[in-house]
């Protein structure tokens, strides 16, 4: 049974609810909740009535004060045990941007309404949209906890909408989404340039990322007991994680998704290739030790610990300036080139799903969309020729 005191204010009398939610069975002593503020007894009445059917029908939750950025520790120390240090970090830098928003504002008192604002507030600072949806899932995942652990009652994320910049006829007609990759000839031009001019490991990495598909981590990863010489297969089973781009602070993680586990077979050019680069890694082993660290690595630094992708990164800006390629290519534009390539060569779209390491058929999908400028115009020719004096 609720009971209720009147007690003054500057602003003038308000009333309290003290009402019985159960036992502490921690303890076995009775647990109350109590409550200020209301401005008539009426009011603390019928918030004690509400309170009291909440705790007969075992719906009620007593809502901890605890704060939106003591909470986000809590939950990212659950989301640790079960994920990778990579989903972990980023999902940290994503919670971060919602601490600056709600950081000493208690949970219980986050409402839908000022999580949309927050939304709101970051689309308008020309967060990208897929930056932003990732932000919006690490919100959803923490509050979804916080219901879990029956920190609060309500889910402010629940049917919030996120902002979306709406597309202008310049954004088409720029069409910077567009996935980037080179055409057949811009690559034979970049991969000689590689030869003649590329720094170490430059031609061998490059290569063999644009003849493989692999992802920049995936080649990083690599070590010579995932080469099979004998039946020129490369067996991709783990990821290179270095987010700092110290050589010797590296985590070899487990690959993207399951479907990412896979054994491809490679071109007898490019295992030509790698045995090469086998033999002059033997040689430098033998002139720089005992200082080399053998950890089994393809693409190694001087050193022997595994490449950063900084440096890849680097030399990829050095060559594309050299080849003088006007695109923006990055290290994963070669992924999309292989795929390119494979589609003009007429693979189907099962075996580039598999090659790939794609779990999802419509990621590949997704590529295959988007033709080579090379199929077009073969694809315009061929029909040229089908119609030839058709049109007078």
Do not use: C
Not at 29 to 49: I, N, S
Not at 331 to 351: C, D, M, N, Y
Request: no cysteine; hydrophobic share 35%; glycine share 4%.
């Amino acid at each position: 049974m609720a009971s209720f005191q009147k007690y003054e204010t500057k602003q003038g009398y308000k009333w309290l609810l003290i009402a019985e939610i159960g036992i502490d069975p921690a303890t076995g002593k009775r647990k109350q909740k109590k409550v200020r503020g209301f401005k008539t007894k009426k009011e603390a009445q019928l918030a004690a009535a509400s309170i009291e059917q909440e705790v007969a029908n075992g719906t009620y939750i007593n809502e901890p004060d605890i704060l939106f950025k003591d909470f986000v520790q809590e939950w990212l120390n659950i989301y640790s045990k079960s994920t990778k240090i990579s989903s972990l970090r980023v999902r940290q830098k994503q919670s971060d941007k919602l601490v600056d928003f709600f950081a000493n504002i208690k949970m219980k008192d986050i409402t839908k309404k000022m999580y949309q604002t927050a939304l709101n507030e970051l689309h308008d600072k020309r967060y990208a949209f897929n930056t932003l949806d990732g932000i919006h899932t690490a919100g959803r995942m923490i509050f979804k906890k916080a219901i879990e652990l029956q920190i609060i009652k309500f889910n402010p994320t629940d049917n919030v909408k996120l902002p979306r910049k709406v597309e202008t006829v310049e954004d088409i007609e720029n069409d910077k989404k567009a996935i980037k990759y080179l055409e057949k000839e811009e690559l034979a031009h970049f991969l000689q340039v590689a030869k003649e001019k590329g720094l170490d490991n430059d031609y061998v990495f490059f290569s063999v990322l644009a003849y493989s598909g692999l992802r920049a981590g995936e080649l990083l990863a690599l070590k010579w007991t995932d080469v099979d010489f004998e039946n020129n297969t490369i067996k991709i089973t783990k990821t290179l994680y270095n987010p700092d781009n110290n050589s010797q602070r590296y985590h070899l993680l487990t690959p993207k998704t399951k479907g990412s586990i896979r054994t491809i077979k490679m071109d007898h050019g490019i295992m030509k290739l790698l045995k090469s680069h086998k033999a002059k890694q033997n040689e430098l082993k033998l002139y720089t030790r005992p200082k080399y660290v053998d950890q089994g690595f393809i693409i190694t630094k001087a050193s022997g610990y595994p490449e950063v992708i900084k440096m890849v990164q680097n030399r990829l800006k050095r060559l594309i300036k050299l080849s003088n390629i006007t695109k923006n290519i990055t290290p994963h534009s070669f992924r999309h080139t292989h795929t390119s390539l494979l589609i003009e060569a007429g693979v189907g779209i099962k075996e580039i799903q598999q090659r790939l390491g794609h779990t999802d058929i419509e990621t590949t999908m997704n590529i295959y969309a988007h033709m080579t400028k090379n199929m077009e115009e073969k694809a315009s020719q061929k029909f040229s020729e089908l119609m030839k004096g058709f049109v007078i």
